[in-house]
């Protein structure tokens, strides 16, 4: 069922504790159990499952509840111990465990969308189911009496969805790279804004309400950091990652990033540090360097009588130049760029050493990450793949 390891302690990475595998089919969500040493996991197998550490060190099933259809996510409450599941139908089922977590009992069912439920959160202090789905809506009920207290349509079936408690905003992330700002009241929402930074699809949502920013990553391979609370537009991107931003936590605690990709790459963000916005880039007609005219200006090719050149962008200051006057490369990781990029002859010979510093440390988790999952107060981790498996990771190393 479940394999412990026991691997040799690593100066700043992190140590994998176990491994939980025996499932049929991908494992679309999992949590851990904090002050359990458990695991709850839900799957395209159709199987809700409770996973207990037992005393041989491996986590056997305590609970196997078997649903009609596909489960797609999941919320977990460990105050109320209730568990909140998305099906491929668009139903979200709701069970309570008991205190041993050796029984799940049903409690209710939302009939909430039309379409694959795409994301569940429970809020306990609103006592409010909020859910997405692949039918483009935005839904939230009362988990009291199950009545739908409100909807709102997206412009494309959402993603990502994370829930601000003082404030009463929900965070939506869709396909179309869009993240929406809602006001939600009892029976109502109003739109507060929307805003645009990625050229893929929104694909995880993070949300910090004491820094009160918020991180997406996408199918871009980037994370964008919205400072909300500051109230000046600044977008901060990170740049780290090969492929699709799989999931995101943060580490208030330490003022960490956690991201993880869909080619297994863990990264751990520094955020503990004054980072700069990456310049727009300039529109010109010739480089803003040499002043040799781009291919697409035929009178000044025409007047010098040169051939055209094809435009690049520095990524430091963000002016139009042609390859040969950014022949260059380098990290600029204050600006969220850990791997090398163009930067034009000028701003390479202004970049120090010490400018060029990581501030992320990067880990290969050896399987497609489907899905992730952090607990501050033990410092675990939680990555399901689609190998089928669940690893579960001490933090303590690099988040610390």
Sequence with gaps: ??????????????????????????????????????????????????????????????????????????????????LSVGLDTGVVSEFILSEDYNKMTPARTYQAHQGRVTVVLFVLEMEWVLSTGQD??????????????????????????QFDVETRH???????????????????????????GHTGNVTALCWDPVQRVLFSGSSDHSIIMWDIGGRKGTAIE???????????????????????????????????VTRQETPEWLDSDSCQKCEQPFFWNF??????????????HCRKCGQAVCGKCSSKRSTIPLMGFEFQVRVCDSCHESITDEDRAPTATFHDSKHSIVYMHYEPTTGNL???????????????????
Excluded at 241 to 270: E, F, M
Excluded at 303 to 312: A, E, F, N
Excluded at 382 to 398: H, R
């Design 1 to 82: 069922m479940a394999a412990e390891t026991h691997p040799t302690p690593l100066t700043r990475k992190p140590v994998l504790r176990s491994i939980v595998e025996a499932f049929q089919d991908v494992v679309n969500t999992a949590v851990i159990i904090p002050k359990e040493d458990g695991v709850i996991s839900v799957s395209e197998d159709r199987t809700i499952r409770v996973w207990l550490k037992r005393d041989s060190g491996q986590y056997w099933p305590s609970v196997c509840q078997t649903m009609p259809t596909s489960c797609s996510c999941v919320s977990f409450n460990p105050e109320t111990r209730r």
């Design 136 to 161: 483009k809506n935005f839904t939230w009920h009362c988990s009291e009496s199950g009545q739908q207290l409100g909807i709102y349509r997206t412009a494309a079936w959402v993603s990502g969805l």
């Design 170 to 196: 929900a965070f939506v992330g869709d396909q179309s790279g869009q993240v929406t700002i809602l006001k939600l009241e009892q029976d109502s929402c109003s739109l507060v804004t929307t805003f645009k």
């Design 238 to 272: 990170l740049q780290g990652h090969n492929d699709r931003v799989q999931g995101l936590c943060y580490a208030s605690h330490t003022r960490q990033l956690i991201s993880c990709s869909s080619d297994g790459g863990i990264v751990i963000w520094n955020m503990d």
């Design 299 to 312: 009178k000044q090719m025409w007047d010098s009588k040169k051939i055209g050149l094809r435009q690049h």
């Design 382 to 400: 939680l990555t399901s793949g689609t190998d089928k498996v669940i690893k579960l990771w001490d933090m303590t190393p690099v988040v610390s």
